[in-house]
């Protein structure tokens, strides 16, 4: 018999959760101050009261009631309205302040006995732990409480301002059947947010630090994009043109439909002009593209197009322009992908990888997120294109550093070649995986129609 579980509201939190804590259950949500313990929970609350089986949110000693309903109000799920019907607020700093924790089980056992609730929440549970007379105390009270839990079949968040390993040797811990973590970890100059699932017994959940942002209408978390799915799916057979008919000719009559094609290239080698083309090209003839780019600004990009006689507002075509300062790469991809469905797009361009990488200095991570990504578009049957620029301008020594040139479909080589007093622009097919394709180096030109190829070049 399947499991009740209880919503966060948020599908891809409860994703991540495996359909949402297991319910009824003790959940324990642990982390430092600062990092959303409180809006998360508040957020369980509102998604899950109701009239006929009210939330019950029990401040303790850590913050003051009045101090979390004043904050609680900013939030755009806040319904004051429901408040005192659907979401019941308490504090139990009094019986606290008496005979501590002897009065505060009393309590919360009187309230959970006298009605149902669709969810108890305790905020914080770590405060407690100050009016404990000592360990055997604390652990008494902690497994008392999470007994009678069970009898009444109550489903309860615990909130503490634990850190990882201090929670480990917590009562806490053992007797929970579900603990999240969240942290805020220093990535260089900033921080970044991650949510844990350390364990949840009876359910699967997805593992590893999953980005998540406090935002005013709760927890937006975005679930760690990692591809475990080797089950078989259909490849289309149709040929996607680059849109440049000699270098469609060189990849063996274009790209196949769903691949993935790494464009790599110095700068000013013609990279960002060859996925404008791809994404211009792409959607007149039907295969909506999502051109993403961060690297140039929006005012920038749009001007390099009108450059070329293209329409900024072309039917079919999308440009998302971010810059790689503060983003989450797991974030950035839901939200371009949210774009990708709402356009029905075929095609994908991503300039560039090195700048996207930027935003995830854990290059094991990363190399994790790309393979993840390709094989979710190839599933989808959308054909990706992505930049790499390379610091060498007359000759590579090497391909990307981050590992990603064999998990691409097709590699292009873009660089310089001395020409007396000029530098010439040239391009090389050096990959084309499930086809035959000629490996020549090609001048090139950039003109006002775009990329336009040239003969082969001769050995000097």
């Not at 297991?22 to 998604?47: C, E, H, N, R, W």
């Amino acid at each position: 018999m399947p499991s009740r579980r209880l919503s966060s509201g948020r599908p891809r939190l409860d994703a991540v959760l495996g359909g949402g804590f297991v319910d009824p259950s003790i959940a324990v949500i642990a982390g430092l101050p600062g990092t959303g313990k409180t809006v998360l929970a508040q957020q369980y609350a509102f998604a899950n009261g109701t009239e006929e089986r009210p939330a019950l949110y029990l401040s303790t000693v850590a913050e003051p009631l009045s101090k979390i309903l004043f904050f609680a109000e900013a939030l755009t799920f806040f319904d004051p309205d429901r408040v005192g019907r659907d979401v019941l607020f308490d504090d139990l700093g009094n019986q606290l302040d008496g005979a501590g924790l002897t009065d505060a089980l009393d309590r919360i056992v009187g309230l959970v006995e006298r009605r149902a609730w669709s969810v108890l929440v305790i905020d914080s549970f770590r405060a407690l732990r100050y009016r404990a007379l000592s360990s055997r105390d604390i652990e008494s009270f902690v497994h008392q409480l999470a007994g009678r839990l069970s009898a009444t079949g109550t489903m309860a968040l615990w909130l503490g301002e634990y850190d990882r390993d201090e929670l480990a040797i917590c009562p806490e811990f053992a007797v929970a059947d579900a603990a999240v973590l969240l942290s805020i970890e220093d990535d260089g100059q900033r921080g970044s947010r991650a949510l844990r699932v350390l364990k949840l017994r009876g359910s699967d959940y997805l593992s590893g630090a999953h980005a998540y942002r406090v935002a005013a209408d709760g927890l937006q978390v975005f679930p760690r994009l990692s591809s475990v799915d080797h089950a078989p799916y259909e490849l289309g057979e149709g040929r996607a043109t680059s849109g440049i008919a000699a270098l469609d000719t060189l990849l063996a009559d274009g790209y196949w439909s769903g691949s993935s094609t790494l464009v790599i290239g110095p700068s000013g080698s013609g990279k960002t002009v060859l996925g404008l083309q791809f994404a211009f090209v792409g959607a007149r003839m039907g295969e909506p593209a999502v051109f993403a780019s961060l690297q140039e600004n929006r005012v920038q990009l749009e001007r390099m197009i009108r450059g070329f006689g293209w329409d900024v507002d072309e039917p079919g075509t999308m440009l998302r322009c971010m810059s790689p300062n503060d983003i989450y790469i797991d974030q950035w991809y839901y939200e371009l992908f949210d774009t990708i469905e709402s356009l029905q797009a075929r095609r994908l361009v991503i300039d560039s990888l090195g700048d996207l990488a930027a935003a995830c200095p854990d290059q094991k991570r990363f190399r994790e997120f790309v393979y993840s990504m390709l094989n979710h578009c190839s599933r989808e049957g959308i054909s990706v294109l992505l930049t790499f620029e390379t610091p060498e301008l007359y000759g590579q020594t090497a391909l990307s550093e981050f590992g990603v040139s064999h998990l691409s479909d097709n590699v292009i080589l873009l660089q310089y070649l001395r020409k007396q007093s000029m530098a010439a622009r040239a391009l090389t097919v050096l990959k084309t995986r499930a086809s035959s394709h000629l490996p020549q180096t090609h001048e090139f030109e950039i003109t006002a129609d775009g990329v336009v190829i040239g003969q082969p070049v001769t050995p000097a």
